[in-house]
């Protein structure tokens, strides 16, 4: 199932003002683009259920949202666990600051996020009017 994950990274900023070695993976409020996709596991009840491909705050949803795929038994709404960064301090490109993992709390939502495109922004695949 493709699914918007409705992330809250209240650690994740604050994270941010840590030491170095302590900060999880950086967070580009417009977008964090420093691989094709990012890979971030999507975890429930310890098993990964999922990724996170696309993730950073939407203006228009005034929130922070991270796009990936779920398996099809994780349902609209569930709350799932979002393992922000890599292990081991993460790549060693020279281009990403070295971090460690955080898990931020997210919901399961439909796709697209934005109730209008959804519904009614065009017909189509988003809305399911032909």
Same mark, same amino acid.
């Given at each position: 199932?493709?699914?918007?994950?409705?992330?809250?990274?209240?650690?994740?900023?604050?994270?941010?003002?840590?030491?170095?070695?302590?900060?999880?993976?950086?967070?580009?409020?417009?977008?964090?683009?420093?691989?094709?996709?990012?890979?971030?596991?999507?975890?429930?009840?310890?098993?990964? @259920?999922?990724?996170?491909?696309?993730?950073?705050?939407?203006?228009?949803?005034?929130?922070?949202?991270?796009?990936?795929?779920?398996?099809?038994?994780?349902?609209?709404?569930?709350?799932?666990?979002?393992?922000?960064?890599?292990?081991?301090?993460?790549?060693?490109?020279?281009?990403?600051?070295?971090?460690?993992?955080?898990?931020?709390?997210?919901? @399961?939502?439909?796709?697209?996020?934005?109730? @209008?495109?959804?519904?009614?922004?065009? @017909?189509?695949?988003?809305?399911?009017?032909?």
């Amino acid at each position: 199932m493709i699914a918007a994950l409705f992330a809250f990274g209240i650690g994740l900023v604050a994270s941010q003002t840590s030491p170095a070695d302590a900060a999880a993976s950086d967070l580009a409020a417009a977008k964090a683009l420093y691989a094709s996709a990012s890979y971030d596991k999507v975890m429930n009840a310890g098993k990964m @259920v999922g990724v996170s491909m696309f993730s950073g705050y939407s203006y228009n949803e005034r929130s922070m949202l991270s796009l990936g795929v779920v398996d099809p038994d994780i349902e609209i709404g569930n709350e799932v666990t979002l393992v922000w960064g890599e292990e081991g301090g993460g790549t060693q490109k020279t281009t990403v600051e070295r971090h460690k993992p955080l898990e931020i709390r997210a919901i @399961v939502s439909p796709v697209p996020y934005s109730e @209008v495109a959804r519904k009614s922004y065009a @017909v189509g695949w988003r809305t399911g009017q032909r």
